[in-house]
């Protein structure tokens, strides 16, 4: 089994706090327009104690390359994503598998949400630190560098969109 590893790294302009919360806000993700994909599905939330979690289904709407296209046949490539945040210490996980066959495509990710601005708290660190498994024989390894950009440029958009919400 393959896996490639992926990091991000994003500056939000707000507390650990208020990151969290708008991470874990239904609301936010399903007016969240993000390259090649649908807006999200709600399909679960668990706010109770400092464990949070938020779960979405999405669907790519961008183009497939030939190989996977044959790989999903008739079927709408869907996944089902989670965000795990313990809202005391900012720590969590990030979690993706695809509908049709999550044990063939799915990722992990630790998520630490840090405070960067010792003084007021007003600037939070996002370090995402994960792997994508794609189990095709073959062609698991070319498909897992080419979903890695996106994934990454996704994670671009939302953290620029957090910010412009974190700032109204």
Do not use: C
């Amino acid at each position: 089994m393959s896996a490639v590893r992926f990091h991000a790294e994003h500056q939000l302009h707000g507390s650990v706090q208020a990151v969290t919360d708008l991470l874990l806000d239904p609301a936010f993700h399903q007016h969240l327009a993000l390259p090649d994909l649908a807006l999200p599905e709600v399909i679960g939330q668990d706010t109770d104690g400092d464990e949070a979690t938020l779960r979405l289904r999405y669907e790519y709407t961008g183009q497939l390359d030939p190989i996977a296209r044959r790989l999903l046949g008739h079927r709408k490539l869907t996944w089902l994503q989670e965000i795990r945040l313990n809202r005391a210490d900012g720590s969590g996980r990030l979690s993706f598998a695809a509908d049709a066959n999550p044990k063939q495509l799915h990722g992990d990710a630790r998520v630490r949400l840090e405070s960067d601005n010792e003084d007021d708290h007003s600037q939070t660190l996002r370090r995402i630190d994960g792997q994508l498994i794609v189990k095709v024989p073959l062609v698991g390894g070319q498909a897992e560098r080419r979903i890695i950009p996106g994934l990454l440029r996704r994670l671009d958009v939302e953290a620029a969109a957090l910010n412009r919400h974190l700032r109204k």
